[in-house]
T-cell receptor, first 114, second 112 residues
C-alpha cells in the first residue's frame, strides 16, 4: 500500500502570496488531518476532514482553510502569507475519525515565507 | 494549544542504555499514543495505550499510563543509534472532538 503523499515537498513564497498544499491519503482512509510544526510551537492541529466534511478545526486564523474531495484527497490553502507561516505542514490519514485510530503521516511540505 | 508536555526536552545516552521519556497532560483522555519523528520527516506511530490500561509492551518499547497523575512514560530498552529521533505523545481528549493533540516532544540522541 502506498503511504501518505504530500506535494510539494518544499515551497518558497513571499509575504502576501497564497499557497495550496496537497495530500493524498492511504487508499481506503477517509480521514485527513493537517498539522503545522514549528520549532517554537511544536505540532499544532489545523483541521480534520472526514468524508468531505470538516469535522474539527484548531485555533488558526481564517487565512488557513482546507477541503477534502470525494476520493479523500485533501488540500489546504493559506492566503496572505505571513513570515510566521513558515513551517513544516504535515498531513495524516486514518481509516476513520475515531480518536483511537493511529495516524499515518506524510513527509510534509516545508514552507518558507520570505 | 498543547495538551501534553514531554520531559525531558532533550536526552543524550550511550548506545545500549535505556531511554525514558515522560509525558504529562492536562485533561482526561480516552487514550494516549506515542509517535516518533526522524529529523524533518513525518511521524510514525509507535504504540497506543487506552485509559483503562496501565502498561503496554511492543518489542523494545514499554509504555505506562497513570491516569491519576495524568502522565505516561515511554521506555526504550537497549537503545541503538537508529533510535535517534524526536518522540511525541498524543492524546485523545474526552472533552474535545479534536483529533489527536500532540505534546512538545523529547529529542533523543543515542551515541554510538
Amino acid at each position: 500500500k502506498a503511504g501518505v503523499t504530500q506535494t510539494p515537498r518544499y515551497l518558497i513564497k513571499t509575504r502576501g502570496q497564497q499557497v495550496t498544499l496537497s495530500c493524498s491519503p492511504i487508499s481506503g482512509h477517509r480521514s485527513v488531518s493537517w498539522y503545522q510544526q514549528t520549532p517554537g510551537q511544536g505540532l499544532q492541529f489545523l483541521f480534520e476532514y472526514f468524508s468531505e466534511t470538516q469535522r474539527n478545526k484548531g485555533n488558526f486564523p481564517g487565512r488557513f482553510s482546507g477541503r477534502q474531495f470525494s476520493n479523500s484527497r485533501s488540500e489546504m490553502n493559506v492566503s496572505t502569507l505571513e513570515l510566521g507561516d513558515s513551517a513544516l505542514y504535515l498531513c495524516a490519514s486514518s481509516r476513520s475519525d475515531r480518536g483511537d485510530e493511529k495516524l499515518f503521516f506524510g513527509s510534509g511540505t516545508q514552507l518558507s515565507v520570505l | 494549544s498543547q495538551q501534553g508536555e514531554e520531559d525531558p526536552q532533550a536526552l543524550s545516552i550511550q548506545e545500549g542504555e535505556n531511554a525514558t521519556m515522560n509525558c504529562s497532560y492536562k485533561t482526561s483522555i480516552n487514550n494516549l499514543q506515542w509517535y516518533r519523528q526522524n529529523s524533518g520527516r513525518g511521524l510514525v506511530h509507535l504504540i497506543l495505550i487506552r485509559s483503562n490500561e496501565r502498561e503496554k509492551h511492543s518489542g523494545r518499547l514499554r509504555v505506562t499510563l497513570d491516569t491519576s497523575k495524568k502522565s505516561s512514560s515511554l521506555l526504550i530498552t537497549a537503545s541503538r543509534a537508529a533510535d535517534t529521533a524526536s518522540y511525541f505523545c498524543a492524546t485523545d481528549r474526552m472533552d474535545s472532538s479534536y483529533k489527536l493533540i500532540f505534546g512538545s516532544g523529547t529529542r533523543l540522541l543515542v551515541r554510538p
